[in-house]
T-cell receptor
Framework: GIQVEQSPPDLILQEGANSTLRCNFS?????LQWFHQNPWGQLINLFY???GTKQNGRLSATTVATERYSLLYISSSQTTDSGVYFC????????????FGKGTHLIIQP | GAVVSQHPSWVICKSGTSVKIECRSL??????MFWYRQFPKQSLMLMAT?????????EQGVEKDKFLINHASLTLSTLTVTSAHPEDSSFYIC???????????FGSGTRLTVV
């Protein structure tokens, strides 16, 4: 199966700062998503982005499929952005599950 | 958007007993659902793929006789942890895909504690 590598593993920032999280894949993927896991464990879907660029408010993501990586940008960070961010990918269609990276633990300090 | 409901949110059981977790797709039909497990401070690991009307497919290292999966309808998959032991204590999360271009939606998870 594919390997998913996320960086950095930990990130501590002041409120208002911008951040970039990276996800590298060992092989090409057909499905790619970014999630935010809140303190209660709920996985919040941020982006479904197997290729291209998407934006949603202060968050945006870019996937360069040919180079097998994806980036998640968080601008003007708020304390509520704290938590663990996961990227996950899959090579198959809807019948295949996702392989998750180990996550980036983001702490936004007031 | 696609909504996946998972119950219970948390459960405490005695060692040796069995626990059933339900995963429902509320506003779409899912021929395939997925079960993941997450240990504290670790990532999610795919355990098995649940196929409506047929046997589940288990990932390597996952005991199919311990983790029984039933997908009897297009909107319901269940995971039964049989003869649970403390090492089975974990966070179990189900997932399904609402459409070809919509990505995967996850349930809210079940925190299982075996005492």
């Amino acid at each position: 199966g594919i390997q998913v590598e996320q960086s950095p593993p930990d990130l501590i920032l002041q409120e208002g700062a911008n951040s970039t999280l990276r996800c590298n894949f060992s092989d090409s993927v057909n499905n790619l998503q970014w999630f935010h896991q809140n303190p209660w464990g709920q996985l919040i879907n941020l982006f479904y982005i197997p290729s291209g660029t998407k934006q949603n408010g202060r968050l945006s993501a870019t996937t360069v499929a040919t180079e097998r990586y994806s980036l998640l940008y968080i601008s003007s960070s708020q304390t509520t952005d704290s938590g663990v961010y996961f990227c996950a990918g899959g090579q198959g269609g809807g019948a295949d599950g996702l392989t998750f990276g180990k996550g980036t633990h983001l702490i936004i300090q007031p | 958007g696609a909504v996946v409901s998972q119950h219970p949110s948390w459960v405490i059981c005695k060692s040796g007993t069995s626990v059933k977790i339900e995963c429902r797709s509320l506003d779409f039909q899912a021929t395939t659902m997925f079960w993941y497990r997450q240990f504290p401070k670790q990532s999610l690991m795919l355990m098995a793929t649940s196929n409506e009307g047929s046997k589940a497919t288990y990932e390597q290292g996952v005991e199919k006789d311990k983790f029984l999966i039933n997908h009897a309808s297009l909107t319901l998959s269940t995971l039964t942890v049989t003869s649970a032991h403390p090492e089975d204590s974990s966070f179990y999360i189900c997932s399904a895909r609402g459409g070809a271009k919509s990505g995967y939606t996850f349930g809210s998870g079940t925190r299982l504690t075996v005492v």
